[in-house]
């Protein structure tokens, strides 16, 4: 019997907070050499320069600036993630002509995914705002764009909020979203497909093809979605983390701007970093809210 759907929601809410929990603690010092890179691109020769010299000066503690509200984002976001997923494949049974609990097909499942991203985005981009102006707070000390001792969690969140009140959490809202759509249609798309091969060959069911195939497909997943949304990402995290000092253009001026003083290159700084950490983390990702999800599930039914 099928949980009802209240029910199934909570279980697909808590199993995308647990997965965006291992999905951090696994990649977060991956995640803050992208973003340093993102923004300051001319600072650092290569990500292993930047990933040292962010050692060098804060230890582990500077690789993991920004776990915090690293972890909010990423539970927020994949706990909403996750349920709203469940409600947009039954939107894509509708659409479809199916009956409720049809089994639907990779590309209808990455359909559900890239809408469910929509409502994923809204959670995501305060806290993801925070997390990025905490990484790169460093650099903006030291080329002077901001004073020093604005470098704790709660002196971001007061900044942000005495300075642009309570929108200004939203900075970088629309490359979030612009991200997030084509980018979570490849996501899912990919670890669906990758699953289902898996499955075909095993002569197993999706659900019984183990540990590391599950996380292979949770890895390339990842991949197809960063070489994919990239660029999106690097606008984003320039408006978020430049913002600091000021208003910040938009979407496409900030992207048309880094275009034509920085070159095509610059949007795709911090890329080898990105591309290292997708496959522990989203196969981290994946692995816990599938185990947990299943768990949880059995749970249900006894």
Same mark, same amino acid.
């Given at each position: ?7 199934? !929601? ?41 990933? #040292? ?19 909010? !984002? ?9 349920? =709203? ?12 002509? *199916?009956? =409720?609990? *049809?089994? #639907? ?6 359909? !559900? ?26 650099? /903006? ?5 901001? *004073? =020093? ?40 798309? $990919? ?7 898996? !499955? ?16 292979? =497909?949770?890895?390339?997943?990842? *991949? ?7 660029? /999106? ?10 913002? /600091?000092?000021?208003?910040? $253009? ?16 610059? #949007? ?6 990105? /591309? ?27």
């Amino acid at each position: 019997m099928a949980p009802h759907p209240v029910v199934q !929601a909570a279980i697909d809410l808590s199993a995308g907070a647990i997965g965006g929990t291992a999905c951090v603690l696994s990649g977060q010092p991956l995640d803050t050499a992208k973003v340093k890179m993102q923004t300051f691109p001319s600072l650092y020769r290569g990500f292993v320069h930047c990933f #040292l010299s962010t050692y060098r000066q804060d230890g582990l503690r500077g690789l993991y600036r920004g776990t915090a509200p690293a972890l909010m !984002a990423n539970v927020a976001e994949n706990s909403v993630l996750f349920m =709203s997923y469940g409600f947009c494949q039954e939107v894509v049974r509708v659409v479809a002509g *199916a009956h =409720s609990g *049809a089994t #639907l097909s990779d590309v209808q499942k990455a359909c !559900a995914g890239s809408v469910a991203s929509i409502f994923s985005s809204l959670v995501l981009c305060p806290t993801e705002l925070v997390k990025c102006r905490l990484q790169t707070m460093h650099e /903006m000390e030291t080329s002077g764009k901001i *004073a =020093s001792g604005q470098n704790t969690l709660w002196s971001v969140v007061r900044a942000v909020m005495r300075n642009e009140g309570p929108l200004g959490f939203f900075q970088g809202l629309t490359p979030t979203i612009a991200r997030e759509v084509p980018g979570y249609f490849c996501f899912f798309g $990919a670890y669906e497909l990758c699953r289902s091969a898996f !499955a075909d060959y095993m002569g197993k069911s999706k659900e019984d093809i183990g540990v590391l195939p599950v996380m292979f =497909s949770g890895g390339l997943g990842g *991949a197809c979605l960063w070489l994919v949304v990239y660029p /999106m990402d690097c606008v984003k995290s320039r408006i978020q983390v430049l913002s /600091m000092t000021g208003r910040q $253009a938009g979407f496409l001026k900030t992207f048309m701007v880094i275009l034509r003083t920085e070159g095509v290159r610059a #949007l795709y700084s911090g890329l080898t970093p990105t /591309m290292i950490r997708t496959f522990p983390a989203n196969g981290a990702l994946f692995l816990a809210y599938e185990a947990s999800r299943k768990m949880m599930m059995r749970q249900f039914d006894s």
